[in-house]
């Protein structure tokens, strides 16, 4: 079946310019988690949505960083007024409730 | 704070060689974990589970060992393969949310 699909596969933008990064989670996935993953480590926790309930961003590294979620279906993380450290590859998953997540292919964002 | 790392960045092996990727967890309340493989330009992949009830856990050409004692758990490979190359994850799920992860471990197989 269609795994954890995410858009676009690399994006270049300007330092300051707003980015959307988006993600099709596995259907029937209530889970839906962003991570972050600079150039030669391991992952980052950024936000967390389960279902209706309020999400968890208790990852999100500031203010610029925001993630939406349209009930189980699609989420965006948008990065407001980019800055170079926030070059890396952003990975979404997708799980059942407490069950193994799922990696998408992630979004490789450049800032320049 | 809770931190999952990995003992040595780069692994070089020959093919047919077995391999063992180390990895050590510091909390102590931690029950459940997994190894994942990354490679080139790819999200990471499962490849095996293991939970705290258990210290030995075997897939197909993979086996998970888990000491709780030393809060260390490893990835053993037999007959590793080129396609074996990869960047491996352990990562804790102990809470069922986020994902702990470790740096990883390269590992390169030598033809």
């Known amino acids: 079946g269609a795994g954890v699909s995410q858009s676009p596969s690399n994006k270049v933008t300007e330092k300051g310019k707003d980015v959307e990064l988006r993600c099709d989670p596995i259907?029937?996935?209530?889970?839906l988690y962003w991570y972050r993953q600079r150039l030669g480590q391991g992952l980052e926790f950024l936000i967390y949505?389960?279902?209706?309930?309020?999400?968890?961003k208790s990852g999100l590294p500031s203010d610029r960083f925001s993630a939406e979620r349209t009930g189980e279906s699609v989420s965006t993380l948008t990065i407001q007024r980019t800055q170079q450290e926030d070059s890396a590859v952003y990975l979404c998953?997708?799980?059942?409730?407490?069950?193994?997540?799922?990696f998408g292919p992630g979004t490789r964002l450049l800032v320049l | 704070g809770e931190s999952v790392g990995l003992h040595l960045p780069t692994l070089s092996v020959q093919e047919g060689d077995n391999s063992i990727i180390n990895c050590a967890y510091s909390?102590?309340?931690?029950?459940?974990f997994i190894w994942y493989k990354q490679e080139s330009g790819k999200g990471p992949q499962f490849i095996i589970d293991?939970?705290?009830?258990?210290d030995k856990r075997q897939g197909q050409r993979v086996t998970v060992l888990l000491n709780k004692t030393v809060k260390h758990l490893s990835l053993q490979i037999a007959a590793t393969q080129p396609g074996d190359s990869a960047v491996y994850f352990c990562?804790?799920?102990?809470?069922?949310?986020?994902?702990?992860f470790g740096s990883g471990t390269r590992l390169q197989v030598q033809p």
């Open positions: 293991i939970r705290s009830n258990m």
């Open positions: 909390n102590s309340a931690s029950d459940y």
């Open positions: 990562a804790d799920d102990t809470g069922r949310r986020a994902l702990t």
């Open positions: 259907s029937g996935h209530t889970a």
């Open positions: 998953a997708s799980s059942r409730y407490q069950e193994t997540q799922y």
């Open positions: 949505f389960q279902g209706n309930s309020a999400p968890d």
